[in-house]
């Protein structure tokens, strides 16, 4: 049995904050706005991970109220999102994501981006290179992307049920 998770996030960008996307930092004079380190690209993986198995989103495992999650960095929440699918008896077996960035080009970050995906959830599934894509685009000067004073990401999963 397959199942399939839709995960969404965005975060306003800002001055004198680290950007991170997929658990690494990319060289930008902004980065994300947040109660936690702001990882766009992890928080809609944590959330298609999450709807995939039917367990509800990252706001409700990690609200953004509570103090012990101030400054985190997401990979606790990957971390935890990955052992919850691994739990209910699924391995992964693609990520595909979009980010949406207007004034930073991430042309040459989304190999190494993805690559380091494939690192954080090595512990969990050995994923092949192609199983995890990251992909950029702009947001042609329109919306709040699209004048740069936000950034979001956009991520599918599939998993495959493995065991009861
Ligand atoms: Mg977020």
Not at 87 to 107: I, S
Request: glycine share 10%.
């Amino acid at each position: 049995m397959f199942r399939t998770g839709l995960g969404f996030d965005n975060h306003r960008l800002m001055a004198g904050r680290r950007l991170l996307l997929g658990g690494m930092e990319v060289p930008s004079p902004v980065g994300e706005d947040a109660h936690s380190d702001g990882d766009v690209l992890l928080h809609a993986l944590c959330d298609a991970l999450y709807g995939a198995t039917g367990k509800g989103d990252i706001g409700e495992h990690f609200p953004d109220s509570d103090p012990r999650w101030k400054g985190q960095a997401s990979r606790l929440f990957l971390e935890h999102a990955l052992n919850a699918a691994r739990e209910a008896g699924y391995r992964l077996v693609n990520v595909d994501a979009t980010v949406f960035l207007e004034k930073v080009k991430l042309l040459e970050y989304k190999k190494k981006i993805a690559e380091n995906i494939r690192a954080m959830v090595r512990p969990f599934w050995d994923l092949a290179e192609d199983a995890v894509n990251v992909k950029a685009k702009t947001a042609e000067g329109c919306d709040s992307v699209g004048r740069g004073e936000a950034i979001a990401a956009q991520v599918i999963v599939l998993l495959e049920k493995v065991r009861e």
